[in-house]
């Protein structure tokens, strides 16, 4: 099967506005998966969570995991809540701090086992790059090297975040920030 994955910068509200579109077009049973204080948690969630980002602490990681299925939550660390939901698509919510955002991904597993659900999840991937910009600079900060990247994707909330001066990283570390201006 083909691989479902897209990394993107975005802002929490464009996410949001995504989840609950594509949650309620597809009708999709949804989790919140967080990890605070060095505890795993799982919170069974509606389409209505997805109304207002203000209620998200943006300092923690945050999952959000949509399913066409009842999703198992009875495991909360995040790799035994994939294996027990490998037919899922998951949204990792990149950080997003007042200076700086890092990358968001949207993915399915490998695992997955439901054709379905992965035509389904074909789809919502192929509508979120309809939505989405693509090409900008990759910036090794040590040496201020620049390469384009034709792939780097990004929202309109993203982009206009960047030109008030935030910083793009990538979802780890911070030698490389991104640009995102086309060539």
């Known amino acids: ?34 990890s605070l204080d060095k505890t795993d948690y799982v919170k069974p969630i509606t389409c209505d969570y997805f109304n207002d980002a203000n209620d998200i602490n943006l300092n923690i990681f945050n999952c ?3 399913s066409r299925e009842i999703l198992n939550t009875s495991k909360h660390k995040h790799y035994d ?4 939901n490998p037919n899922a ?14 990358e968001s991904w949207m993915y399915a597993l490998k695992i997955i086992n439901n ?19 693509a ?13 384009f990247y034709k792939d780097l994707r990004y929202t309109q909330g993203a ?17 490389i920030s991104f640009e995102l201006e086309k060539e």
């Open 89 to 102: 698509l998951y949204i990792n919510v990149g950080e997003i701090r007042p200076t700086y955002i890092r």
């Open 64 to 66: 959000f995991v949509l």
């Open 115 to 133: 054709k379905d659900d992965h035509k389904t999840w074909l789809q919502v991937e192929k509508e979120l790059k309809k939505e989405i910009l």
């Open 1 to 34: 099967m083909k691989k479902i994955s897209v990394q993107y910068f975005t802002s929490i509200e464009e996410l949001f506005s995504f989840c609950k579109k594509i949650c309620s077009i597809n009708n999709l049973y949804a989790a919140h998966l967080y």
């Open 159 to 175: 982009r206009a975040l960047y030109k008030k001066g935030i910083t793009m990283f990538s979802s780890v570390g911070f030698n």
């Open 81 to 84: 809540f994939q294996i027990d």
């Open 135 to 147: 090409g900008g600079w990759g910036v090794y900060r040590p040496t201020m090297e620049k390469k």
